[in-house]
T-cell receptor, first 116, second 115 residues
């Protein structure tokens, strides 16, 4: 296993189209996170899964955003009716843990979305 | 609420010199973890070092060390013997016991190592 994998690396889409990103976490990791990062900012939390259960969602995650993690393995993030403000880097991370604060998250290389 | 502040948008350091990147935080959690990540231009966030709020000693990982001052709520990253490959964005992050499982990130510091 070479780490967290995200596909595609880059996506250009027209405003109003739907897009879907995929994240394959490190295989034994039960936790999976999605973050969004805009230029000049740090990553902002979107949502979190423990196994297949989506346990937390940020207020940033509007109704146009949906995430799934079927069977607790890979995850998908879908954005419907994309807007120019959705242009950002979407980062996926995974970690192994049962509740402690001391477990680092391992990040993928991200999917850069450009909405034109 | 958790908050991470990184006040240095950009830093320059001469190759082989040491550099300190500042990070202050605010939290009401009694137990928390502090993390530093490096983000090169490729985009991937690379974990560097971790410090727990109850750790008695400052964390060290190779050329990275964390200057943790709990009373001042600061967790500065020290990079010794800078290398050209250290040029990147550096993010300080925190995770709290009572605030869920998310990591809170600062706005980052862009480090440039000058040959």
């Amino acid at each position: 296993d070479t780490g967290v994998s995200q596909n595609p690396r880059h996506k250009i889409t027209k405003r109003g189209q739907n897009v879907t990103f995929r994240c394959d976490p490190i295989s034994e990791h039960n936790r999976l996170y999605w973050y969004r990062q805009t230029l000049g900012q740090g990553p902002e939390f979107l949502t979190y899964f423990q196994n297949e259960a989506q346990l937390e969602k940020s207020r940033l995650l509007s109704d146009r955003f949906s995430a799934e993690r079927p069977k607790g393995s890979f995850s998908t993030l879908e954005i419907q009716r994309t807007e120019q403000g959705d242009s950002a880097m979407y980062l996926c991370a995974s970690s192994l843990g049962t509740g402690g604060v001391n477990t680092e998250a391992f990040f993928g290389q991200g999917t850069r979305l450009t909405v034109v | 609420a958790q908050k991470i502040t990184q006040t240095q948008p950009g830093m320059f350091v001469q190759e082989k010199e040491a550099v300190t990147l500042d990070c202050t935080y605010d939290t009401s959690d009694p137990s928390y973890g502090l993390f530093w990540y490096k983000q090169p231009s490729s985009g991937e966030m690379i974990f560097l070092i971790y410090q727990g709020s109850y750790d008695q000693q400052n964390a060290t990982e190779g050329r990275y060390s964390l200057n943790f001052q709990k009373a001042r709520k600061s967790a500065n990253l020290v990079i010794s013997a800078s290398q050209l490959g250290d040029s990147a964005m550096y993010f300080c992050a925190m995770r709290g016991q009572n605030t869920g499982n998310q990591f809170y990130f600062g706005t980052g510091t862009s480090l440039t190592v000058i040959p």
